[in-house]
């Protein structure tokens, strides 16, 4: 499998294009424009499943040996290099307050995905995948308009870590993890109303249609990624809204929202965006330890960096849908950087295009220049790096040597809800140590994600969000225990409709 090692070479190579828009090479502070002063602002083993194994395949071979250069590159290039185009506003927008605009008007019914609460686990990661959606919203019945709870690729993450022995209970929850592998390894179906009692993380938020953005950003500046919303005065859902969507909104039609627009030509430094809090691994880390960090964490995604802490890659819990045939079970054994290559590869494989490896932007990158990049490539956050680090002076690790697949190491005192797996071939390992994170990145300083950009234009437009590391906090503790919330029967009057606060 030399060819996976030389994708994830070259695609950390494109990625070091030497122009000023996409290097992101630090750069004097701009100036400070005299209309716009936020110093005042705070910062912010068994029977063999077979639905999941009937689409067996392995890990694709890299797609860069036959394609042409990608035009998705050259079009990303562009908005990297000119992030002050912010797209085609709608004109149905122009002149109007942003503030008097209401979420019904940014949601779409159709793009609504409805599952069952009795449906199979394995029949709701397809259609969660087959969707293209980022959630599916649970219901009690097919003729259910409302929702219940959500199930989302953190929850596809929790259980594939249920099934592979990775999750442990404590005591209180043991012979509940003990019935469902058992129901598991004997063939049953395990419905989401069981799965999603491992454990959630993401809040269920409403909003009444009518709401206003002011509302959704302020809600989304507190740390909500998504909020469902409903017809006013019923639990009807007309949409769901999304952190990525409202920014995408915002940055289109930015020309129209003065308030906003003002904010883009500043440095993300300058107006204290950005946290130095941030979590990262090592590329020569196994992926399942990646995989139980961000569940243990309560985050979506996870820096993967080298020796010297230069950015290489980025894992997400979207990216676990790559891991849900049996085939691929040999992956949670190998290294974080070899499944960003298969990241890599799979993409090429279905879009046709190059796919970068990462994003990441400088402390004096303006706000314009973040939010294109993370427009443009459909991102949650984007890394902050500093100069870049020295390559390694120590010995290389020779990147031909095969790396043989083990299957996954299973604790012997609880049973386990999937077959025994058989190793893939020999792969190669690329060595953190050997890979050019200094030509493509800089070294890992900080996380700069839409919650933080939505806290921002809340706190300028006078909102008063609630503080996002409070919501960051919850998902930490509700990761550390197992079922930190009933089951899904209970979820609707566990729900938030924050147009009450």
């Known amino acids: 499998m030399a060819e996976n090692v030389k994708a994830i070479e070259d695609a950390l190579k494109d990625a070091a294009i030497t122009s000023p828009g996409f290097n992101d090479e630090p750069r004097s502070p701009p100036s400070r424009g005299s209309s716009m002063r936020l110093s005042h602002m705070p910062s912010p083993t068994s029977t063999h499943r077979h639905s999941f194994s009937d689409q067996l395949r392995g890990i694709p071979p890299s797609p860069r040996a036959n394609r042409q250069p990608s035009l998705s590159q050259i079009s990303v290039q562009e908005l990297y290099n000119h992030p ?20 019904d008007e940014l949601v779409n019914p159709e793009d609504v995905r409805f599952v069952e609460i009795d449906t199979g686990i394995e029949a709701a990661t397809n ?9 599916l919203l649970v219901r009690t019945t097919s003729t259910e308009k409302s929702a219940v709870g959500t199930f989302d690729y953190g929850d596809l993450n929790q259980y594939l870590l249920f099934a592979t022995g ?14 469902l592998a058992k129901k598991a390894q004997q063939g049953h179906k395990i419905p989401l109303k069981d799965a999603k009692n491992l454990g959630t993380k993401e809040p269920f938020v409403t909003l ?7 509302k959704a950003v302020e809600t ?10 409903v017809r006013e005065g019923t639990s009807e859902v007309t949409g769901i809204l999304s952190q990525l969507k409202l920014v995408q909104f915002l940055w289109e039609n930015g020309r129209s929202f003065p308030i906003i627009e003002e904010l883009y030509s500043e440095a993300i430094k300058d107006l204290g965006l950005g946290s130095k809090h941030v979590l990262s691994i090592n590329g020569d880390k196994p992926l399942k330890e990646a995989l139980v960090f961000m569940d243990s964490e309560g985050i979506t995604s996870l820096a993967v960096v080298d020796n010297q802490q230069n950015v290489v890659g980025n894992i997400s819990t979207v990216d676990v849908k790559l891991l849900t045939k049996a085939s691929s079970a040999p992956l949670l054994d190998n290294t974080c950087i070899h499944f960003i290559s298969v990241i890599l590869s799979t993409r090429g494989m279905n879009d ?10 400088s402390p004096y990158s303006t706000l314009a220049h973040t939010v294109a990049k993370l427009v443009a490539t459909k991102s949650h956050r984007m890394w902050i790096v500093d100069s870049p ?12 040597q095969p790396a043989v697949l083990h299957p996954p190491h299973h604790a012997a005192t609880f049973p386990q809800a999937t077959p025994s797996f058989t190793p893939m071939s020999s792969a190669p390992s690329v ?18 994600s839409l919650t933080d950009i939505l806290n921002l234009f809340a706190r300028a437009s006078g909102l008063h969000p609630m503080d996002p590391n409070d919501m960051r906090r919850q998902r930490r503790r509700s990761s550390s225990s197992s079922m930190v919330r009933g089951s899904l029967d209970s979820a609707r009057s566990s729900s938030l409709d924050v147009s009450k606060r």
């Open 166 to 179: 990775s999750l442990h209970p404590d005591e209180e929850h043991l012979a509940f993890f003990q019935d």
């Open 220 to 229: 989304f500046g507190g740390g909500v990624h998504r909020i469902v919303i």
């Open 208 to 214: 009444p249609h009518t709401a206003n953005l002011t």
């Open 352 to 361: 046709g295009k190059d796919s970068f490896p990462v994003f990441h932007v």
């Open 431 to 448: 060595s953190a140590a050997a890979l050019p994170g200094a030509y493509m990145s800089g070294r890992l300083s900080g996380v700069v």
């Open 84 to 103: 002050s185009t912010a797209g085609v506003a709608d004109p149905a927008f122009a002149g109007r307050d942003w503030r008097t605009i209401t979420v």
């Open 127 to 135: 259609l969660l995948i087959e969707s293209g959606a980022q959630a």
């Open 389 to 400: 680090s020295p390559s390694s002076s120590g010995p290389p690790t020779p990147a031909a």
